[in-house]
């Protein structure tokens, strides 16, 4: 797993962060659920498919996927959180991806109900002969012809699970968010008869500033520094000008720094203090900086182009002083 996969996932894992994405995405950022309320599901038992008669069908293929999916439950509802920090691009057959992640989660819940009713006609069937010849007054439920051989009974339940896909990019997504997207038949009829199996989808690139602002969670202020990434002067004036900058938990900033590859500093890193909170006021220092050099590059470059002078010529021009003139010379020639 890289540096990126193991910070974005270990930020998601977060319970506040992980409550903030599922309030904002169904209930427009309304608090619902809390995150007090949430504990981790164990995904290594997500991935085995219910099979006739009660033998599992391993699907091992898709068991290293599933060390990026953070999965959670009140109890009520089963939620799979799937970070798409994976990639750097759109993945194309994300809807069979993200089906295939409910459906198996739906499996392991009929397979683990199948599995409780075998144990409960177990303990039954050795009641009945530790008992013999005594008069019992509990009566188990004795299962129908159809309930035994599916193994989920007529009044079995499943608990609802809900994927959510990020895609931690400043890029758009350009691949499909519905199944229906991947097919080339577009005859009505016959998708009509073909359930469309839907992607629930958070992307910065393609959301306002309104809609992120709907965050409660620093996931609100990762979100809104990735959008603007790439717009440097933007993203100055949006850090200074907001409060909530000004004290960033660390897995925040660390999800930022690597997603964005933007260089942010915690405390004095040469000495190994590193905080656990981070100014970003001060931490943009370097992205002034940048910008400054940016323009710098750029008016000698024009200067080069304009006047056929050399970099030296063009820097003595523009005044800057002989000592950056080795900095500069390197960022042209690697650029």
Request: hydrophobic share 35%; aromatic share 8%.
């Amino acid at each position: 797993m890289g540096k990126k996969d193991a910070v974005t996932k270990d930020y998601i894992r977060d319970m506040r962060v992980f409550a903030d994405a599922f309030n904002y995405f169904i209930y427009n950022g309304e608090q619902v659920i809390d995150s007090e309320n949430l504990h981790e599901m164990d995904t290594t038992a997500i991935g085995i498919p219910y099979g006739t008669e009660g033998v599992s069908v391993p699907v091992q293929k898709y068991r290293d996927v599933f060390r990026y999916l953070a999965a959670m439950t009140d109890n009520q509802t089963a939620y799979l959180l799937l970070g798409i920090e994976l990639q750097s691009n759109s993945h194309y057959a994300m809807p069979v991806k993200a089906e295939l992640y409910d459906a198996l989660e739906y499996a392991r819940q009929v397979e683990a109900i199948a599995r409780k009713h075998r144990e409960d006609m177990k303990a039954q069937k050795k009641d009945k002969c530790t008992n013999k010849g005594k008069n019992t007054k509990e009566k188990r439920q004795q299962p129908t012809q159809d309930e035994y051989l599916s193994g989920f009974w007529k009044g079995d339940t499943l608990v609802p699970v809900i994927t959510l896909v990020i895609f931690f990019s400043s890029e758009k997504w350009e691949g499909p968010l519905s199944l229906h997207d991947m097919f080339s038949i577009q005859n009505e009829k016959i998708l009509s008869l073909v359930p469309n199996y839907r992607v629930n989808f958070i992307a910065p690139a393609s959301m306002t500033e309104e809609e992120i602002d709907k965050f409660r969670s620093s996931l609100r202020e990762v979100m809104l520094y990735i959008k603007h990434s790439k717009d440097k002067e933007k993203l100055i004036s949006l850090v200074s000008a907001d409060e909530r900058f000004k004290n960033l938990d660390r897995k925040a900033v660390e999800v930022i720094t690597e997603v964005t590859h933007t260089r942010l500093k915690f405390g004095n890193e040469e000495n190994d203090e590193k905080e656990e909170k981070c100014n970003m006021c001060k931490a943009i220092d370097d992205l002034c900086e940048e910008v400054a050099d940016n323009t710098r590059l750029e008016a000698i470059r024009n200067l080069m182009e304009s006047l056929e002078s050399s970099a030296e010529q063009a820097m003595q021009m523009l005044k800057i002083p002989e000592e950056a003139f080795g900095k500069y010379l390197s960022m042209l020639k690697e650029q």
